[in-house]
């Protein structure tokens, strides 16, 4: 069955993923990405607090509230002394013994409790001596409430040293950490679901609601299985499953599925104006993801997971990947696939947190950026060679705090990906400068001058076509034909406003019966916006990017004490 | 079939003849209760695979429910346990078994009491915790607070018949032997056959219990009581991580789409 590939290695069960690459450097913390996701996915009620994609700043707390501190966490794995991969929250049978309460769950605050300001105010309050205002109200409760914390309180490092001395990693690495203007350094990190090889948040799930595709790899929640037990929001160590306290489901980022299988990109790396963001296919040989996840080291796992990914130009990796039903545009994809000319091919693409042991599949090319900035800063030509090498072994605080994050604390990969980073900005330095080109540049970082060339088109011009390489879930010839767009026409469903109906009221509140699917409520709440002259009906839910402080949502504040609904006090 | 007549003068089993209200309570009404249970859940899970859910609050409030929700849980799986033995395993089961009357009562009486306290301390815990928190009392629907009520009740009527049977006992005397007639007539409903007189037979406090009890089995399936059907038991018996393939339609793309015009 599994045939042996050049290395000598067999090569087991061939799977596909699409994965992502970020380029940090590129990366300008605009928060486009956070926001069009928000209003493409998340922006319903129950769902307020929920940011499938979210950007923070390093160094910094994240999202939810230092969610990488596993000592109280309890996300991921950990590798038990017999050499075997235990849940770290607990085991099956504990997960069942603590089904009533989970005892290591987020609760509101260590993400943010969502508010609104009650903007009417602006415009009813009484004549006075004072400017009315527009006071917070808790989106929770509905209850006025003082604004303490939210996603990104720190912000470009807001809130200086008391904040971001409670980063994990700040910690972890003590007082060699500066936060004076002067000595600290700075970047941003977008993050999404990791997509995991070997997910943890799945295995959590008792209900087994939750699954990873067996075609891309994408992980996903079934909405209809799944039973609100909550253990997959503890079980990833990203804290990226998130609980709709509305429908008491939980919701994590699909990757744009919908997307993804007709071609296109994320929303978040379409709208990235940083470009900085890549998709593709990643073959890799999953009967080794156990081995790989479980390798005694933890600076082992980032050359383990590499390992497991195949290179999908060896022949033989192609007849296990045709063998094991891949299609070929597929694999024909997975030659041309940014993520692994960067992860693999280059070797400056690095996972997030390995040491969780997930094998995540949103991977990260650090930073070159706080180095540079240093360089600048004092003086130095930012772009020498010479210097930036030296700056890389001398700034030895960016490249730990980098390597905590990529490399489970080893700073070799680091040094090596700034290294070629570094030799890619000066040999294209040259270049640009009409220079001769200086081969001994790319040697010095174990690449050639065409590599190096190669790397700068894809990081740097970066071409839409080049950045996304994601084959269609269907046939080419079924695109052709347009047979997609028409089963793709997401109004159509029983009952759905394609099918003449809006849904009428069900019987066990809002979150029961069919759900509308994300979209068309999206649709329909920005259609019924943009059309009507009066108040919009939002069917019950609060759709607070949609709201332009007009009227009052239903079950966005308390019933007035009169007991008449706000609205009908106010008609003429 | 059962004694209509008991013997033992200790025990105050007042033997009379079923009233037609006996009937439609005893005879009629477990099998209405029965098919709307059956019925609703088969209904409920085609029609609300969505809704069917925990619709926990613990996003919003966790200190108490970390205490109150596994002592109410934990306390109910006792007392089904209880009920189970109590209704299914006949006495004279028991007694080939070896286990005597005063055996068998004493660990009943103390096991009932002790889990029907936790349950009845975990849902008042549940339930202040609801009211008072702001966001957890927002989330509650009137469908819960009906629910909750009849739960409560079954609960309290439980609670007295354990109660009241340890009062007998500890005055010296001899509690209402549910096990000659609530399990009786309980197993009698299973053969279609509903032995209406035995249940007849029982005290007030039994008859109050069974009929709130019934009445909460009515409500299962259209309440957030329906998490506990889908009870995870097979979690430990699955591989960790689960694959699925896309759909279950592998041809969909090549299925003929109708067109709005052929009706």
């Known amino acids: 069955m599994a045939t042996p590939s050049a290395s000598g290695r067999r090569i087991g069960k061939v799977m596909a993923q699409v994965a992502m690459v970020m380029n940090l450097d590129k990366c300008i913390g605009c928060h486009t990405c956070s926001v069009t996701c928000k209003q493409a996915w998340t922006n319903r009620s129950g769902m307020e607090y929920v940011w499938f994609n979210n950007v923070e700043t390093r160094p910094g707390q994240g999202y939810p509230r230092r969610y990488e501190d596993q000592e109280k966490w309890e996300g991921g794995w950990v590798r038990t002394p017999g050499g075997k991969l235990k849940l770290k929250a607990g085991g099956r049978l504990k997960k069942l013994a603590t089904i009533f309460a989970n005892p290591k769950m987020p609760a509101i605050q260590d993400y943010y409790e969502p508010w609104t300001y009650d903007y009417e105010n602006l415009i009813k309050a009484p004549l006075s001596d004072d400017m009315p205002v527009a006071r917070p109200r808790s989106l929770i409760s509905g209850e006025p409430m003082n604004v303490t914390w939210s996603a990104n309180w720190d912000d470009d490092l807001g809130g200086g040293e008391e904040l971001g001395r409670q980063d994990p990693i700040v910690q972890k690495l003590g007082e060699q950490v500066r936060f004076s203007f002067e000595e600290t350094f700075m970047f941003y990190l977008p993050r999404i679901c990791e997509h995991c090889l070997n997910p943890s948040c799945v295995a959590s799930c008792p209900s087994g609601a939750m699954y990873k595709r067996a075609e891309d790899g994408i992980v996903l929640v079934d909405q209809d299985k799944c039973r609100g037990w909550r253990m997959c929001v503890t079980g990833c160590p990203y804290k990226k499953v998130y609980f709709n306290h509305k429908t008491g489901k939980a919701e994590k980022c699909t990757l744009c599925y919908p997307r993804i299988e007709v071609g296109m990109p994320t929303v978040c790396s379409e709208t990235c104006v940083g470009r900085l963001r890549y998709l593709g296919v990643i073959l890799y040989d999953v009967d080794r993801v156990g081995e790989a996840a479980t390798v005694e080291d933890e600076h082992d796992l980032y050359p383990a997971q590499l390992d497991v990914f195949l290179d999908p130009n060896d022949p033989e990796v192609q007849e296990a990947a045709r063998r094991d039903g891949i299609p070929d545009r597929w694999i024909d994809s997975a030659k041309r696939s940014p993520v692994y000319a960067l992860a693999k091919k280059y070797k400056v693409a690095l996972p997030l947190h390995p040491e969780y042991r997930t094998m995540p599949m949103v991977w990260y090319i650090p930073p070159l950026s706080p180095v540079v900035d240093t360089l600048t800063k004092t003086g130095h030509d930012g772009e020498d060679a010479g210097n930036l090498f030296g700056a890389i072994d001398a700034l030895r605080i960016p490249v730990e705090y980098l390597a905590e994050l990529f490399t489970a604390g080893d700073t070799a990969p680091v040094d090596s990906v700034l290294r070629k980073l570094a030799a890619m900005r000066s040999y294209m330095r040259r270049i640009n400068l009409g220079e001769e080109r200086d081969e001994s540049l790319a040697e010095a970082v174990g690449m050639s001058g065409t590599d190096i060339e190669d790397m700068y088109r894809l990081l740097a011009i970066a071409k839409y076509d080049e950045r996304y390489v994601i084959p269609t879930a269907y046939g080419v010839d079924d695109a052709d034909r347009g047979v997609i767009e028409e089963i793709g026409c997401s109004l159509d469903f029983e009952g759905g406003p394609g099918m003449g109906g809006m849904g009428g009221p069900v019987p066990f509140g809002e979150a029961s019966g069919r759900p509308d699917a994300a979209s068309v409520e999206t649709f329909h709440a920005l259609k019924t916006r943009q059309t009507s002259d009066g108040r919009s009906d939002l069917k019950g839910r609060v759709n607070l990017l949609n709201w332009d402080g007009n009227g009052k949502p239903d079950g966005l504040f308390p019933p007035s004490d009169n007991g008449a609904a706000p609205d009908e006090k106010e008609k003429p | ?263």
Request: hydrophobic share 50%; net charge positive; aromatic share 12%.
């Open chain 2, 1 to 263: 079939m059962i004694p209509m007549t008991p013997t033992d003068a200790g025990h105050a089993v007042d033997a009379v003849a079923p009233t037609a209200l006996d009937h439609i309570l005893w005879g009629v009404f477990p099998y209405v209760v029965l098919a709307v249970l059956v019925g609703g859940l088969v209904w409920r899970y085609r029609y609300d695979k969505f809704g069917w859910t925990t619709r926990s609050s613990q996003l919003y409030e966790s200190r108490l429910l970390r205490i109150a929700s596994p002592m109410f849980h934990f306390g109910l799986l006792v007392v089904i346990i209880g009920h189970v033995a109590g209704l299914l395993i006949p006495k004279s089961w028991t007694e080939a078994m070896g286990v005597t009357e005063d055996m068998y009562h004493f660990m009943a009486l103390s096991l009932g009491t002790v889990a029907g306290v936790c349950t009845l301390g975990g849902i008042v815990l549940l339930i202040w915790r609801r009211r008072t928190n702001g966001p957890v009392f927002s989330a509650t629907t009137v469908n819960d607070k009906v629910m909750y009520l009849v739960l409560v009740m079954a609960i309290l009527a439980g609670l007295a018949t354990t109660l009241l049977s340890a009062g007998a006992d500890l005055t010296g005397g001899h509690g209402h032997d549910y096990r000659e007639t609530v399990s009786v007539w309980f197993r009698s409903i299973w053969i279609l056959r509903p032995d209406v007189a035995a249940m007849a037979a029982s005290t007030f406090a039994f008859k109050l219990h069974v009929m709130v009890g019934l009445t909460l089995f009515m409500l299962f399936p259209f309440t957030r009581l329906v998490h506990a059907f889908s009870a995870p038991v097979q979690y430990p018996f699955r591989p960790y991580v689960v694959y699925r393939t896309r759909d279950q339609h592998p041809n969909r793309s090549e299925r003929v789409v109708r067109r709005g015009w052929e009706g």
